[in-house]
Nanobody
């Protein structure tokens, strides 16, 4: 069982930055993949970025060059640094861990980009 707790969401103006954090209840060294997903109102949840056990990362095209996923193994925490935010980035952001064949989700954190 893995518990994930997200933090760092909020309201930001277009062009601004936020950093989301996802704290895991176990060592993230043992977790195969950690990812961030988002779900905007009226839309399906989509994968934004993931980081694998070998620190391999990948991003959807719409956030490449603006978002960075990283991890701090000492803190068992994964981050999503979001720069140059746009109104289209407004969504609830969810942390996800794939561990021993099971999918785990955090409760989500709201990100609103608006002037």
């Amino acid at each position: 069982q893995v518990q994930l707790v997200e933090s760092g969401g909020g309201l930001v103006q277009p062009g601004g930055s936020l950093r989301l954090s996802c704290a895991a209840s176990i060592s993230i060294f043992s977790i195969n993949i950690m990812a961030w997903h988002r779900q905007a109102p009226g839309k399906e949840r989509e994968l934004v970025a993931f980081i694998g056990s070998g620190s391999v990362t990948n991003y959807i095209d719409s956030v490449k060059g603006r978002f960075t996923i990283s991890r701090d193994s000492a803190k068992n925490t994964v981050y999503l640094q979001m720069n140059s935010l746009k109104p289209d980035d407004t969504a609830v952001y969810y942390c996800n861990a794939i561990h021993q064949g099971n999918n785990y989700w955090g409760q989500g954190t709201q990100v609103t980009v608006s002037s």
